[in-house]
């Protein structure tokens, strides 16, 4: 028998269910009193994402209630069901994302689908919804999870004036074995939560309230950029790959003097198709660079898609090693669109001191107090700035907390367990060789991409690293990784330091007709290559990170 019934962890002792008449009976239901057990793999990504500049909510909390939620269902096996919210637009907006908590979800299979459609119209909501026109639909895989908010990836303009309808469906579950309920909450909202179940006589969304739950606020968020036709540059998929052909095996990851460098970058259109797109780089060239290819004919870019913009430039063999250099990269188009960007890097490699302890280090699970690894810096600098890199392999990195401490004892958080508290039990994702730098634009408390690695490149560290601005870099420094749940396991793989000041640096140049030569000094470099990967992400602060060939991993 259908019925609209809330999840629960404990048995029901009476079901809310449709009668014959169409009426709702008193729900009667006891809710789970024990904590949800660990998920497995959930997708957490609280409010606000790196796809857009808008968010748009009508929730008052992104808090998920444990047994808040109804559903059309049978046993917990759900029959079609259609969960809306109605947002009227004072704008345009291009949206890129919606995101739906979820209470809890399980497939038979440990997946199970779920669909999301945008809908625009102008009159009232939800009385004129049939006259309404989609315009955009994602079908989509969910993992089994409780107490989440998924992102779900889906584009579609919307315009001012009407009202953007979110619907997040979940199609009847019940020969496959799948349970789905949305998550809600009962903080409060701005406007009101709809369901639609034809199964249980719902057949027009109607309000929450309406049905006898006026505390199911559902959690639903949409995330979008001003609408219009607009064109965007990537700053942060840009992809820079070094060249030396007097020496190939120094194209390696570092660019270095005397080096070609081709950087692709994508531009991309958003909301309407453009013509004559061209990319340039901006002028003038940064200083210890020479343009080679500096303008990018890019033609007709459709709707939704992009093309890639190809440069060449030169590293002067004269230039400083370890300097940093910005291309500014401007785009114009037949219509008068226009978009700027940049890519960032630097000439030479830092140098590093190797940790004092043998790497690999494990972390030892559900030990809040955590292992450390040390670095002991001889030389004696003021800094000015500091950013710290890190890889740890580590699965669940939810679990998993950063910090470090100076040689004057001041104490950094890097990291405190991504996605808490906005989920029990942080981001599902495993690993990471992130640079922790206050110049960072990604904040890694709140990011969960479901990649692997889970994030990599330039990231805000949990409390600002300017905190040891002015100390000294001489004496021990001391990295304390901790885990706080049970059931997942890593180790520390690297970790370096890398102030400004520099330490010292080194440089090859590579020399036309002759053999490479050090540019400047050379210190001793730790015997594994494992950090010059970590590297790589400090020659792309600030600009997400950029897919430079990285030298292999001594494993």
Known sequence: MLKLSRFTAVPIVMALAMGSSGAFAQNALSHATSELPKPQRPTVLPLGTACGSITLTQSTSQTITSANSVSCNSGGLHADNSYYRSFPLGADINVCEVQFAIETAAGAGGTQPVTVNLYTGTGAFPGTFGSYTQIASSAISVPDQAATIFPAAISGLATAGSNLVVEVFTPDGQAAGNSFFIGSNAA????????????????????????????????????????????????????????????????????EPGESVTIQVPVSATGGSFTGVVASLGLPAPAGITYVTSTANLGSIADGSSATATFVVTA???????????????????????????????IGESGAIAPNETLPIAITDNLPAGVTSTITVAQ????????????????????????????????????????????????????????????????????????????????LPGSPLSAFDGESTLGTWTLTVSDSAGGDTGQIVDWSLLPTPGLQGICTVCAAGGGPGPLQPVIDLPSSATWSKLALGFLILGLGAFGLRRRARRM
Do not use: K
């Not at 709809?194 to 606020?217: D, E, R």
């Open 188 to 255: 409060g909202e701005t406007a009101p939560s709809y369901l639609a179940a034809a199964g249980c006589g719902l057949t027009a969304p109607a309000t929450t309230a309406s049905i006898g739950f006026p505390g199911m606020n559902i959690v639903m968020n949409v995330v979008g950029n001003p609408g219009g036709p607009t064109l965007s540059v990537g700053s942060a998929s840009a992809t820079i790959a070094d060249q030396c052909s007097s020496n190939p095996a120094q194209a390696n990851g570092v660019i």
């Open 316 to 346: 002067d063999q004269a230039a400083t090693c370890v300097s940093a250099f910005t291309l500014p990269i401007n785009v114009t188009s037949t219509e008068g669109a226009t978009a700027t960007g940049s890519v960032a890097s630097q």
């Open 380 to 459: 004696d600098i003021t800094l000015t700035d500091l950013e710290v890199a890190v890889a740890i392999d580590h699965t669940w990195v939810g679990d998993v907390s950063i910090s470090l401490t100076s040689p004057g004892g001041t104490t950094v958080s890097l990291l405190d367990r991504a996605g808490v508290p906005a989920s029990t039990f942080g981001c599902s994702n495993d690993n990471m060789d992130v640079v922790f730098s206050d110049a960072a634009s990604v904040n890694p408390e709140t990011s969960c991409p479901g990649t692997t690695p889970w994030l990599s490149g330039p990231v």
